[in-house]
């Protein structure tokens, strides 16, 4: 009776041991409707690349992406609002489109996802599109895939918030550094 006993320990205790962690309250941040990130960006297209910094304040409704050179020079400004997408660059004439993808796609030659980014940089998978996630051991995104795209969570901040990310995509690799991230 005592082997038996002891041998159902250890299956209960093997089988424990093999389980994922439950996903801790702190493992996923509050979704946040309204907020500002700064931090540093990385782009590589090809053969082409830039780097600098992105200053971000996302609303429900709005959006305003500026990003600038390393020596904080003014790169370009995308502004979403209810008539669509802008990107100014300095210049150059505004254009316009009805969405960031296309308008970059159009203007860059490649696609940003600023949409997916905005709910990526939050640790959540868009809503509306199927995705693929992985966790790790902490209950955290480790990857996420969606619409084509990988998006590798490379760094958390201590509120649960990812830090780092790396977005890559049919040769297209962009990496994101939060620097600072409030919600409003």
């Known amino acids: 009776m005592v082997r038996l006993t002891a041998v159902l320990l250890l299956a209960l205790t093997a ?4 389980m994922p962690p439950p996903l801790s309250p702190d493992a996923v941040p509050p979704l946040s409707v309204n907020w500002t990130l700064q931090g540093r960006i990385g782009v590589q297209a090809g053969e082409q690349s830039l780097s600098g910094q992105i ?4 609303g429900a409704e709005t959006d305003e ?3 600038t050179s390393p020596l904080g020079q003014g790169v370009a400004r995308i502004v979403r609002d209810a008539d669509g997408v802008a990107l100014e660059v300095p210049n150059q004439p505004t254009r316009r489109a009805p969405d960031a993808e296309s308008l970059t796609r159009e203007a860059l030659g490649y696609t940003l996802p600023v949409a997916g980014l905005a709910w990526w940089m939050q640790a959540r998978p868009d809503p509306d599109s199927p995705f693929e996630a992985t966790r790790n051991a902490a209950g955290r995104l480790a990857q996420l895939k969606q619409n ?3 998006i590798d969570y490379l760094q958390y ?4 918030r990812p830090r780092k990310l790396a977005v890559a995509r049919e040769g297209l690799q962009i990496r994101l550094v939060a620097d600072s991230w409030q919600a409003e």
């Open 15 to 18: 089988g424990c041991a093999s």
């Open 55 to 58: 200053h971000w304040q996302h």
């Open 157 to 160: 901040a201590a509120d649960g």
């Open 148 to 150: 084509g795209w990988v």
């Open 65 to 67: 992406v500026l990003l």
